[in-house]
Structure formats: C-alpha cells, structure tokens
C-alpha cells in the first residue's frame, strides 16, 4: 500500500486485492482495486483519475491488456466522489484468458487527468500521486488432454 498527499493536503492509500495468488488456465481472475481516504478531513476523488487494475503478462504475450478506467460521467462534476475520512472507494475487474505464467497488475491514482496512461504509470511521471505495491499472479498452464 502506498500513500500519496495532494495539494490540499489528503492522505490517499491504494492496495490491489485478489483472492488467490494462483490460478489455473481458463479460469476468470478477480481482481480489486482500492483507494482510502486516510486523512481526517473529506476528499474529493475524480473516478478518471483511478487508473487499473491492469495485468501485464511476464513475460509479455500477445498484445498489451487495455487500460482500465472508468468511463467519464457529464456534467464533469459526476465523476466526484467524496470520500469521508477512512472510507474507501474501489473496482473490480474480472480478467478471463489471461497467458500462462505470471501476471502482474497494477494500479494507481492521478494528480491530473491525462490520455497516455501505460499500465503501470502515467507516461508523465509528474502526474503519478500514488501507487499500489504491484500484486503478483501465477496462472498454471492448462493439464494436456489425455489421448
């Protein structure tokens, strides 16, 4: 879990979160990603500005996952939430066919809104607030069929 403080002086964590650190071939895997407001005073959050979960196959297979984000809300104002102290806000995405082998995801939380997002970080490095410790997934290979 990592913390990030903004201009206006709130604390926000972000951890990944999934059931199982192993999963076999085929099957969906589950994953959650929250963000806390860890201060004493309320927070606004913009939904678009919480970047993942987003797997990345090691090593890569295949083309790249696409970003996860949300999709924007207008007027512009919808995409705030308030967040009250120690309350949380989270997704959940479900990944099916992932590659055998590792997959890690990641997630993380802008300063300002941007179009070149990469999984793991902003392209801009300046924009990056806050990142979750990357969650690590083994998916076992398929068993081959008995002929």
């Known amino acids: 879990m990592t913390a990030a403080v903004n201009a206006k002086g709130m604390a926000m964590k972000l951890w990944l979160a999934t059931e199982r650190q192993s999963y076999r071939a085929g099957e969906p895997v589950v994953v959650q990603l929250f963000v806390l407001n860890d201060g004493f005073r ?4 913009d ?12 090593p890569a297979a295949g083309p790249p996952f696409p970003v996860s984000i949300e999709p924007s ?15 949380i806000y ?3 995405r479900v990944f099916d066919h992932l590659p055998s082998g590792t997959v890690v995801f990641h997630g993380y939380l802008l300063r300002a809104r941007s179009e ?14 806050a990142a ?14 008995n002929q």
């Open 90 to 92: 989270g997704r959940q």
């Open 73 to 87: 809300l207008e007027p512009a104002d919808r995409n705030l939430i308030t967040l009250n102290p120690f309350c």
């Open 47 to 58: 939904r678009l500005m919480l970047i993942g979960p987003n797997p990345v196959a090691e």
């Open 132 to 145: 979750a410790k990357p969650l690590t997934v083994v998916i076992e290979a398929a068993a081959p069929a």
């Open 42 to 45: 309320s927070a606004d959050l």
């Open 116 to 129: 070149q997002l990469l999984p793991d970080r902003p392209a801009d490095a300046a924009l990056l607030a």
